[in-house]
């Protein structure tokens, strides 16, 4: 069993900043990716970003490239999502997740709350 477990959600005004993080815990060998996923009321849940385990490569959506950076620290298998530039249409429900293979994320965290208003 894999663990996720989010943190660094909040309320924060437009223009501002926000880091989230993601620490996995349990069964963790065999991961080879990570990342971000939102969703929004009344929304289907979308991929924000996702970083490879093998060799640190990205991948983000159009919507947040330039203001969102996905990153990992391996020795703390944890990843982060710095939300620079926040705007009101990126409040959702944030959830980490982390898959082996390809394909679809298997193992999803709680979600984290960030909401951008003013």
């Known amino acids: 069993q894999v663990r996720l477990v989010e943190s660094g959600g909040g309320l924060v005004q437009p223009g501002e900043s926000l880091r989230l993080s993601c620490t996995a815990s349990g069964f963790i060998s065999g991961i080879n990716a990570m990342g971000w996923h939102r969703q929004a009321p009344g929304k289907e849940r979308d991929l924000v970003a996702f970083?490879?385990?093998?060799?640190?490569?990205?991948e983000s959506a159009d919507s947040v490239k330039g203001r969102f950076t996905i990153s990992r620290d391996n020795r703390k298998n944890t990843i982060y999502l710095q939300m620079n530039g926040l705007k009101p249409e990126d409040t959702a429900v944030y959830y980490c997740a982390a898959r082996r293979g390809t394909g679809r994320f298997q193992y999803w965290g709680q979600g984290t709350q960030v909401t951008v208003s003013s």
């Open positions: 970083i490879n385990s093998a060799d640190g490569s990205t």
